[in-house]
């Protein structure tokens, strides 16, 4: 009944900028705190970051002063500005939420299927 869909992955040189997306619809009652994690070839997933109801965002170390968590309640989006690109960049990233059902009311952690970054020239 909820289902969460990235989009703006692709190809970029380093030191370009990307731009992901992340829709969430259907039976949503409330949208609590927001994600993107992400997973490169042979590593496990990581948090890259987060954000709150409110606005407050958390950023793992390395992107920091790089990438930018934001998102709009209205329209049950979050997206994440991703500006110079590394190699180190390369890979799926999935947006998260945690989110109110408003048919059962469950709360539960959703997550999109992924959208593939790569950085290289």
């Known amino acids: 009944q909820v289902q969460l869909v990235e989009s703006g992955g692709g190809l970029v040189q380093p030191g370009g900028s990307l731009r992901l997306s992340c829709a969430a619809s259907g039976t949503i009652f409330r949208i609590y705190t927001m994600g993107w994690y992400r997973q490169a070839p042979g590593k496990p997933r990581e948090l890259v970051a987060t954000i709150t109801t409110g606005g407050s965002t958390n950023y793992v170390d390395s992107v920091k002063g790089r990438f930018t968590i934001s998102r709009d309640n209205a329209k049950n989006t979050v997206d994440l500005q991703m500006n110079s690109l590394k190699p180190e960049d390369t890979a799926v990233y999935y947006c998260?939420?945690?989110?109110?059902?408003?048919?059962?009311?469950?709360?539960?952690?959703?997550w999109g299927r992924g959208t593939q970054v790569t950085v290289s020239s």
């Open positions: 998260n939420a945690d989110i109110q059902d408003s048919r059962s009311y469950s709360y539960l952690t959703y």
